[in-house]
Structure formats: structure tokens, C-alpha cells
């Protein structure tokens, strides 16, 4: 069981490094991946609560949005006690909206 967790784990950090566009040959460790930020992929069970919210924010977003708004989405997570936030959003919107800056 644990080989096939890490099997899948892997998979999706493979994943998220090429879509991300960062280095580090076909390393799992991601401290060798480079580029301009530090990335630590998490996945399985252990994500799925942060995943089922950031869905149910895109929900309430999209059906509050105007018709032809095509800006991506990202959900600002700022539990009590805290004054900086995280911004989660998916890794293709996260792909289109850096080639967008990139076109500025």
C-alpha cells in the first residue's frame, strides 16, 4: 500500500513540475526542481478537505460571475487569527494566468 501511495504522490508531482515549467531533471524531491518558487506537492486523503472547499468557492463564484467573464479563479484561504492568506487556484488556470502576465 505504501509503494502505490507513493506511486500516485509521485505522479502527480511529475504532473505539477511540467505544468508548473520547472526544472530539476524527473526528481520527486521537489528542492531540486529550481525555478522561481518553492513547490511542495501534496496528495491523496490528506488534501481532499482543502480541495472540497476550493471547489465549493469556485461554485459560489461562478454562479455569482457576469456572463463572458472569463478571469480565472482563485480562492483566498484566511483562517481566523491569521493576516496573510493562501491563494489557491487550479494548475491550469495558474498556467494560462502566468502566460498572461508574461504578455504584459
Known sequence: ???????????KARHARKVLGLGGANSRHEEVWGGPIRVEVKAGKQVQPIYTRFLMAEQQSKQGSALGDI???????MPEGTSDGLVIMRLSEFQNFMALLNDL
Not at 500500500?1 to 509521485?10: E, H, T, V
Not at 478571469?71 to 483566498?76: D, I
Open 1 to 11: 500500500m505504501g509503494k502505490r501511495n507513493r506511486a500516485k504522490g509521485d505522479s
Open 71 to 77: 478571469r480565472p479563479f482563485a480562492m483566498v484561504a
